[in-house]
């Protein structure tokens, strides 16, 4: 009875520690945040530093870009030097990436003039006749109505 009592004595003991170690890392990283500002991208930047070196290693060696669209698209998986160096105008502190400035307003003016509004266009909208007739193209919704029609043709063809 008493080492039973001794085991949970101690695993509560474990655990008030392991929810004390935890509850002060939390509050150390809450200290760590600046007010106002969202860490975010440091934070992302910090967790996947090794992975993103090790990918783009690893893209290098991989075939010409033209053949493998994931060696084409692939900003989203570069560190914050890659980045810093491609895309000059961005204005990244690589240093510290929260006191990035990011555009200038004469400059986002120039693009938005250029380039337009960053938005998609919009879909073309389906009247509701048209998306009636379309679900009529669905092979198992015809697969659906043939049974229906054959059992229907057995039900007729009982009953006389």
Not at 81 to 103: C, D, H, Q, R, W
């Amino acid at each position: 009875m008493s080492t039973s009592s001794s085991s949970s004595t101690s695993l509560s003991r474990s655990s008030s520690i392991s929810s004390t170690s935890t509850s002060s890392q939390i509050s150390d990283k809450k200290q760590k945040r600046i007010p106002g500002k969202s860490n975010k991208l440091k934070d992302f930047l910090l967790c996947h530093k090794n992975k993103t070196d090790n990918y783009e290693k690893d893209i290098e060696k991989q075939e010409a870009p033209g053949r493998n669209l994931r060696n084409e698209i692939s900003e989203h998986k570069w560190g914050a030097k890659k980045i810093a160096t491609k895309f000059k105008e961005s204005g990244i502190n690589v240093e510290n990436p929260m006191e990035s400035n990011g555009l200038s307003e004469s400059d986002a003016k120039n693009l938005l003039q250029k380039n337009g509004k960053n938005e998609l266009p919009k879909a073309k909208e389906m009247s509701d006749l048209e998306l009636f007739l379309r679900q009529f193209l669905n092979l198992l919704w015809v697969l659906l109505l043939v049974a229906d029609g054959l059992s229907f043709i057995g039900y007729l063809s009982d009953t006389r």
